[in-house]
């Protein structure tokens, strides 16, 4: 089955600080990944999704993640830390049988401080 | 331009109440999935459907059900409220897997079983 892992439940940056946060994936056979943001009392919108293609993505608001193999890692970075990218972020895995259902991981909340 | 709405948005249940939880989608989506989101837990998957009429359980599927008449209402049903239900409760939806589109995810109902 698929996993998701992420390491750092809190992540506190300065305004115009890179930001980076972790994600290790486990999957038995090429996973379609994701990351997720959800800004408060809101739902979850998709930042960026990896299906095989480029292994760099690129995705909304100047974040992107690198797919990389051989780590099992798919990590989230923005090279410039805004105030309002303080938010709660997930990256999920695909299962891949018929369902394509999400697999989340427990989430990263990110701080930036002024 | 509504994509998924779920109401209510909070609700307040005493222990051994049921209720509906709604969840409507227009964009013709195939995939319509119900997540609950617990502090630090990541969102946990209760049930999903792949087509009208076809339901089939997910990761936390205990204390709830579901039915899908129709491809744009995927209710989820709470028969005897109890406190560990107390959780902010996420639909979701999607086209045909996430290969081809992303889940579109609704504003969540918070529900508190007193």
């Known amino acids: 089955a698929q996993s998701v892992t992420q390491l750092g439940s809190h992540v506190s940056v300065s305004e115009g600080a890179l930001v980076l946060l972790r994600c290790n994936y486990s999957?038995?056979?090429?996973?379609?990944l994701f990351w997720y943001v959800q800004y408060p009392n809101q739902g979850l919108q998709l930042l960026l999704k990896?299906?095989?293609?480029?292994?760099l993505v690129k995705g909304i608001n100047g974040f992107e993640a690198e797919f990389k193999k051989s780590e099992t890692s798919f990590h989230l970075t923005k090279p410039s830390a805004h105030m309002s990218d303080a938010a709660e972020y997930f990256c999920?895995?695909?299962?891949?049988?018929?369902?394509?259902?999400?697999?989340f991981g427990s989430g990263t909340r990110l701080l930036v401080r002024p | 331009n509504a994509g998924v709405t779920q109401t209510p948005k909070f609700r307040i249940l005493k222990i051994g109440q049921s209720m509906t939880l709604q969840c409507t989608q227009d964009?013709?989506?195939?995939?319509m999935y119900w997540y609950r989101q617990d502090p630090g837990m990541g969102l946990k998957l209760i049930y999903y459907?792949?087509?009208?009429?076809?339901?089939d359980k997910g990761e936390v599927p205990n204390g709830y059900n579901v039915s899908r008449s129709t491809t744009e209402d995927f209710p989820l049903r709470l028969e005897l409220a109890a406190p560990s239900q107390t959780s902010v409760y996420f639909c979701?939806?999607?086209?045909?897997?996430?290969?081809?589109?992303?889940?579109?995810f609704g504003q969540g109902t918070r529900l508190t079983v007193v």
């Open positions: 979701a939806s999607s086209y045909s897997g996430p290969e081809n589109t992303e889940a579109f």
């Open positions: 999957s038995s056979v090429p996973p379609y």
């Open positions: 990896y299906t095989s293609a480029a292994t």
């Open positions: 999920a895995v695909s299962e891949m049988d018929s369902s394509y259902k999400l697999i």
């Open positions: 964009m013709n989506h195939n995939y």
């Open positions: 459907s792949v087509g009208a009429g076809i339901t």
